[in-house]
Nanobody, 128 residues
């Protein structure tokens, strides 16, 4: 089991940027597939981005493609989400998630149910 703690959330104006970070402890971080999900007010939690354990594969939700970048540092057991050009519709609680299954398809890793471990989330608020 991997323990995950997110940080870096906050309030920004539209067009601004934020960098979220997720620190992992316990388990073997370097062999876990990692992802970011988000839950906007009144909506279900949705996939944002994922990165494979070897850092060779990343996928993004269409709504964030070209604006968000997911990255990881296996030596430091961290995963980051760099968010540029933020929009009011990006307002949400952002969650870090870890999956110990390493050979899934890209569509597999875009599902909540594919992840065993979750952080508590960090709030991102974007004003217009």
């Amino acid at each position: 089991q991997v323990q995950l703690v997110e940080s870096g959330g906050g309030w920004v104006q539209a067009g601004g940027s934020l960098r979220l970070s997720c620190a992992a402890s316990g388990g073997t971080f370097s062999t876990h597939t990692m992802a970011w999900f988000r839950r906007a007010p009144g909506k279900k939690r949705e996939f944002v981005a994922h990165i494979s354990w070897r850092e060779t594969i990343t996928t993004y939700a269409d709504s964030v493609k070209g604006r968000f970048t997911i990255s990881r540092d296996n030596a430091k057991s961290t995963v980051a989400l760099t968010m540029l050009g933020l929009l009011p519709e990006d307002t949400a609680v952002y969650y870090c998630a870890a999956s110990s299954f390493t050979i899934g398809s890209n569509s597999y890793y875009q599902k909540e149910s594919s992840y065993e471990d979750w952080g508590r989330g960090t709030q991102v608020s974007v004003s217009s």
